[in-house]
């Protein structure tokens, strides 16, 4: 099984996309995840040939696969605010765009947040966001959009797996559609996952709302809060609330083996150079 694992982590496109490719391969990672744009802007743009070029041979070169983009932060496809709804639309769009050129496998997106909305209108919006990209794919692409589970604090949407389950429902069969789940997130918004047994339990929750062929990745992080306290702040692998029985759990889990999972713990390249080596560890 070992030669198949899929593990890896956040890595910065500093310098260039595939510099976070060859990054990846240095600590380790058999996949990796990336921004492909600024996300702290709105401004978004296509990726330049020379770079999609150099992004597809660092891939061949380093044999990682399963890249997922992490979606702008900024994104609200929920948005009451039309204004800002219309430039999620458009900066999701480009994101899935440049996913496509890139040969990326995973668009993880916060799926939005209400405001001052009612959340089954927010739902709504969410999902009519969604139906209109089915345009951007077709067959031919292995690209998925992953909902990534939330911690739940404000009026975001996406801490109750019965949430995510309403979005899938109302769009699958048109877009390929999947979850992400964060298990910092999940924990904080009241799903224990720090032993085998509250695991197995989470993910027949999980199974029952949702549908585990739906469960695609995961994020690996530790929580700095408490269990149910819906924020949302990592903490490195086993020093947060969740603990190395937690993530021992997860990697013993034969139904979470063969899902790509990517940490974003705070820290960088050395630290999850160690991390990825201690989870490969508690594989049996
Ligand atoms: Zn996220
Ligand atoms: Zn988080």
Redesign the pocket.
């Known amino acids: 099984m070992k030669d198949i694992l899929l593990l890896g982590a956040h890595i910065s496109i500093a310098g260039g996309l595939h510099k976070a490719l060859l990054a990846g391969k240095e600590i380790e990672a058999t996949t990796i995840q990336i921004f492909t744009a600024n996300h702290r802007t709105w401004a978004s743009k296509q990726v330049p040939e020379d770079e999609i070029i150099l992004f597809h041979q660092a891939l061949a070169d380093t044999g990682l696969s399963h890249i997922m983009s992490h979606s702008s932060y900024l994104i609200n496809l929920g948005s009451p605010r039309l204004d800002v709804r219309q430039k999620s639309l458009t900066a999701f769009r480009q994101e899935i765009l440049r996913s496509l050129a890139l040969g990326i496998t995973y668009i993880n997106f916060h799926p939005g947040a209400a405001l001052d909305s009612p959340v089954e209108e927010c739902l709504n919006v969410i999902c009519e966001a969604l139906l209109s990209m089915a345009d951007c794919f077709d067959k031919r692409h292995q690209l998925h959009l992953l909902i990534e589970t939330m ?1 739940g604090g404000g009026s975001v949407i996406g801490a109750r797996f019965e949430e995510i389950a309403y979005i899938i429902d109302a769009v699958k069969g048109v877009l390929p559609i999947g979850v992400c789940m ?1 298990t ?2 999940t924990f904080t918004a009241g799903y224990d996952i720090r032993t085998e047994e509250t695991l197995a339990s989470t993910l027949n929750e999980f199974d029952r709302v949702i549908g585990l062929n739906y469960l695609k990745a995961m ?1 690996l ?1 530790d929580s700095a809060n408490e269990f149910a306290s819906r924020k ?3 903490a490195p692998i086993g020093e947060g609330m969740i603990g190395k029985g937690g993530f021992s759990a997860i990697m013993k889990e034969p139904r979470l083996a063969s899902l790509p999972k990517y940490l ?1 713990t705070p820290g960088g390249l050395d630290v999850w150079k160690t991390e990825i080596a201690w989870l490969k560890r508690q594989i049996p």
């Open positions: 911690a964060d910092c997130h994020h992080n949302d702040r990592h974003e």
